[in-house]
Nanobody, 121 residues
Framework: VQLQASGGGLVQAGGSLRLSCAAS????????VGWFRQAPGKEREFVAA????????NRADSVKGRFTISRDNARNTVYLQINNLKPEDTAVYYC???????????????RGQGTQVTVSS
């Protein structure tokens, strides 16, 4: 199983980014995918998750209203749309997958490489 996050970058506060998580080596439409982030010196933080069918999602309270998770099973890709970026969103964002996992789980079997998001004030 391989998961590759991309789409990060340096943006000004108030800007937007769309992160992508491309998966391979798995039957993608049987895996729940979650996004996490980790800032320097801080604990890993759950951001959002989407079920294998896309019919169920979960987002952390801190990102509701600004972050949207979606998936395209035909492309084996999950997206995280981030709007109104804030400096406190600065972190490495990475995706993880769990076969038939709950969107409320924090335990994932597979984790990919992250992508850096840096928000300037």
């Amino acid at each position: 199983v391989q998961l590759q996050a991309s789409g990060g970058g340096l943006v000004q506060a108030g800007g937007s980014l769309r992160l992508s998580c491309a998966a391979s080596g798995l039957t993608f439409n049987t895996y729940t995918v979650g996004w996490f982030r980790q800032a320097p010196g801080k604990e890993r933080e759950f951001v959002a998750a989407i079920s294998w069918s896309g019919g169920s999602t979960n987002r952390a309270d801190s990102v509701k209203g600004r972050f949207t998770i979606s998936r395209d099973n035909a492309r084996n890709t999950v997206y995280l749309q981030i709007n109104n970026l804030k400096p406190e969103d600065t972190a490495v964002y990475y995706c993880a997958a769990r076969k038939y996992g709950s969107v409320y789980t924090l335990e994932y079997d597979n984790r990919g490489q992250g992508t850096q998001v840096t928000v300037s004030s």
